[in-house]
């Protein structure tokens, strides 16, 4: 499928578990990034990738580890979930100076 | 970091109207975008629209407008002609170049399309 995708679109998983949410696209963009959207807060920059092995942190990094090693995957780890982590993750893509489309999202509760 | 301010959690207008959602930011830069977002219960995040800072002249894409005004710092998004499909999450966001193109996002405005 072209564009932008996420997976799990849902996940419930428990206070202390590593979590991986998965993000791919098909632009080749060189850009990449994962926000999180939390009632009251609109969406908060996580992390950001600006080419293969190369990310940086965001507002929000604490909790949270990063990889990207094909320009097309941008995977986010949570690696000891806790409940305050009880959000919906969204994963973007852009090119140098263009406009960021966003995924489906994914919703993740931490019991 | 800027920060983006969206003064109306909610707002309402009727099928056919017009309504106007507002944007404050604040910046320190020259060279920045300004954009729109729609998030309907889908929770799909559509882009509406984008303002280049180097551009006096406002964005227009079909029914949505917007009035950039730079010395002021507002950014506000006009929809005409309100549909019931126009019925989400509004966001302003904020890109500067400095940070690696991330966007920073206003709290939201609500928008309810009564028929």
């Known amino acids: 499928d072209a564009g932008i995708t996420q997976s799990p679109r849902y996940k419930i998983t428990e206070t202390g578990r590593q979590v991986t949410l998965m993000c791919h696209q098909t632009w080749s963009h060189s850009y990449m990034f994962w926000y999180r959207q939390d009632l009251g807060h609109g969406l908060r920059l996580i992390y950001y990738?600006?080419?293969?092995?190369?990310?940086d942190k965001g507002e929000v990094p604490d909790g949270y580890v990063v990889s990207r090693s094909k320009t097309e995957n941008f995977p986010l780890t949570l690696e000891s979930a806790t409940r305050s982590q009880t959000s919906v993750y969204f994963c973007?893509?852009?090119?140098?100076?263009?406009?960021?489309?966003f995924g489906p999202g994914t919703r993740l509760t931490v019991l | 970091a800027q920060t983006v301010t969206q003064s109306q959690p909610e707002m309402s207008v009727q099928e056919a109207e017009t309504v106007t959602l507002s944007c404050t930011y604040d910046t320190s830069e020259s060279d920045y975008y300004l954009f729109w977002y729609k998030q309907p219960p889908s929770r799909q995040m559509i882009l509406v629209i984008r303002?280049?800072?180097?551009?006096?002249q406002n964005a227009t894409e079909n029914r949505f407008s917007v009035n950039f005004q730079k010395a002021a710092k507002s950014f506000s998004l006009k929809i005409s002609d309100s549909q019931l499909g126009d019925a989400a999450m509004y966001f302003c966001a904020y890109r500067s170049p400095n940070s690696g193109y991330a966007l920073n996002f206003g709290k939201g405005t609500s928008l309810l399309v009564t028929p």
């Open positions: 990738s600006a080419a293969a092995d190369i990310t």
């Open positions: 973007a893509s852009s090119e140098q100076g263009f406009s960021q489309f």
């Open positions: 303002q280049e800072a180097y551009k006096q």
